[in-house]
């Protein structure tokens, strides 16, 4: 099972150091979810039967399930791995680095903690939220890298992304991949219901759905992307405060800038990291 994954990441690295453009490699990418998506079913049956053993207590498999909850955490580690390696290559069709995957995790994990989500939670945030954008890898490029504004047709074909993200990745029941997939569905939710894709609003949208709008919008606000040029940090505060209440919750937008010290302190280690 371990061999398994590696294997996939093995394969995605291949993708992302290849001298081939990225865009045209959709096919192999949807080919690495389908194997990551038979390898995690193949784990939870495994640890559906090691469960089964561990209830009736047989004393002779102890064995046994110490190497099952051994694969169990090699499995986890990675998925973690995977779960990076995918958002970055969903950063590369966006024309992005990957440092953004990176700030958004780093943003999400300090929110957390302070919003007061336990360490195994945070922990879930910080590694699943790579993803948020995943489902971008099945938009248009004519769409995904438009230089211009988008039209109303082309809005709407580049807000599936949300949905699309969540139907690559709903299908385990692996904490991590469902946070993974809570993310990618609802990153788009707005606090006031205004958003998408299902005009979720208030504590209706899952805490790591309003985390990642939060730290998404702040770092895209202040990243160059091809259709605008990166915003001044006094522009991208009085937008965030703004937008309390509406796109964001107010109490998130409160223990973003009583943190702002330490996010900010992130964001200079991280943006100039890779040129």
């Known amino acids: 099972m371990t061999g398994n994954n590696n294997s996939i990441i093995k394969k995605?690295?291949?993708?992302?150091?290849?001298?081939?453009?990225?865009?045209?490699?959709?096919?192999?990418?949807?080919?690495?979810?389908?194997?990551?998506?038979?390898?995690?079913?193949?784990?939870?049956?495994?640890?559906?039967?090691?469960?089964k053993i561990q209830r009736k207590d047989y004393d002779g498999l102890k064995i046994k399930l110490n190497e099952i909850r051994e694969l169990n955490d090699e499995v986890e580690r990675t998925q973690k791995e995977v779960l990076s390696t995918i958002g970055t290559i969903a950063e590369f069709r966006s024309n992005e680095t990957g440092l953004h995957v990176q700030r958004v995790s780093w943003y999400a994990k300090i929110l957390g903690k302070n919003y007061g989500l336990n360490e195994r939670e945070v922990d879930l945030l910080f590694h699943a939220a790579p993803m948020h954008d995943i489902g971008k890898i099945a938009i248009p490029d004519a769409i995904l890298n438009k230089p211009s504004k988008l039209s109303f047709e082309e809005f709407e074909i580049m807000k599936t992304h949300a949905k699309l993200g969540y139907e690559m990745i709903n299908d385990s029941d692996r904490p991590l991949l469902v946070a993974a997939s809570i993310i990618a569905h609802e990153h788009h939710e707005n606090w006031d219901g205004s958003g998408y894709p299902r005009g979720l609003s208030g504590d209706n949208i899952h805490i790591y759905g309003r985390i990642i709008a939060l730290v998404d919008v702040f770092d895209a606000l202040g990243s160059d992307r091809c259709y605008k040029k990166a915003w001044d940090n006094d522009s991208i505060f009085n937008y965030i405060k703004k937008e309390s209440g509406k796109h964001f919750e107010p109490k998130l937008v409160d223990i973003f800038f009583s943190n702002l010290d330490e996010i900010i302190n992130v964001k200079n280690k991280l943006e100039n990291r890779i040129k």
């Open 12 to 51: 995605m690295e291949q993708i992302i150091n290849s001298d081939i453009d990225l865009n045209t490699r959709k096919d192999d990418i949807k080919e690495l979810f389908k194997e990551f998506k038979k390898a995690n079913k193949k784990l939870n049956k495994i640890l559906t039967i090691g469960d």
